[in-house]
């Protein structure tokens, strides 16, 4: 019975008029429906306020039978509007609820002032992380600067830039250049980087990865240990203890090297750095272009050096560094086919300047090196400079990564000069040892390159530094 019709009954009901059928239906509706009970009693409501009126009492402010159902109406259309707020309330409610049960971001990263970055996502649209987030597929490039990684899992990163690295998934990074210094968790354990030469998995410590388009990647170690995997040659395994390092052999093996915690910061700058070090370089497609640029007065010249690694054939020799002798083209003096030092990669030479007069070693004001070659991409240079204080110990003053040159046999010929100086006017001081080792040099034969001269200009040093 629709509302038309019960009320058509109910005004029927009341003037006595209600018979049969139709007042079996009301019945019925009255029994089945609490709305008609509730319409059935504001009739009988108004009925008797009726009555009352006839004999001039009105008691209950009696309105008129339109009011009676416009009321109801709005009271319908209340109860409706009070249903619809409930629905949105629980509504956001659930929405809440969900929110708070999202998972946190894989990786969270922050960056110190001045850095620059770029990134990328594998999803796209609204499927991307917004802010600084990575997700699995998500690439950073760190152009400059540096970049703290907060994991989910609690692994903590600080990448020095250059640097470019992909996350595979929460415990997977490649890394495809850049210097890292991570600490992980116990919880973590297990947390694995790739770099182009080695696999590392955590056993729960602290450890530093250099990765370099031009170098072998190293792993330092400074608590707990790792397992390192060499992805190349003969793909060796090795368990790597705290106060260790090694950098992956192109042969497959690992090799020793000096373990270095000032490579890697553990902590996020709070100011720009701005590098003090000045890197010129030159290069050019004439062989001998800076022949005439070699010193025969420099701190390095005459000096004997302590070498490893070098390759000696065609009477190649490191000595010939700091000869004061640039060198002709191959084969041109008999007896020296070089004139000059074939490198391989992780070559090394080390020079004693000594402590100068005063005893407080010597101020370096700067280094010149130059390379050169017909071809085979041996002009090109990649090379590392350490030095060391009296009394101190060794820390790196720069790494040179510098391969102009073609790398194509037949027309990588040519010759490069690189300069370092230092906006003070010096480079490093109170110096009594330095050292420089041989890079990888992308493309040419035997990733090498044939040196001619190393010079480093300086004075004893006058006070203390």
Known sequence: MNQRELEH?????????LEGQAFENLQQALRDDPTAREAYREYLHLHHALEFRTKGVDRLNVIPMESVVERRQRRTMRNAGLAAVALLVLGALVMALVASHQPNPTLTFNTAPGTEISISHSGKGEDAPEGMVLEPGSRLKVITGTVELEFSSGVRGIVRGPADLTLQREDLLELTNGTVWFEVPKKAIGFKVNTPDLTLTDLGTE???????????????FDGKVEINNRNGLKKTELLNAGHARFAGPDGRWEKTTLRRDHFLDKLPTKIIEPALISTEESSGSQLAYEDDVSDSDLLHSLTPVTTGWNLANNANPKELTDGIHGAGFDQVPGDLVQGAWTTVGATAEYHLGKGSKGLGYDITSIQSIADWNGAGFGNQAWTVEVRPVGGDYRILHTVNYHPLSSQPLDGGGATKVVLTDKSGVLAGGIESIKFTAGHVAGSVGNAFVWREIDVFGTPTKRTP
């Open 207 to 221: 450890f530093g990865i250099i990765s370099e388009p031009n170098f072998l990647d190293e792993v330092h170690v």
């Open 9 to 17: 009954h109910l005004q029927e009901l009341f003037d006595g008029r």
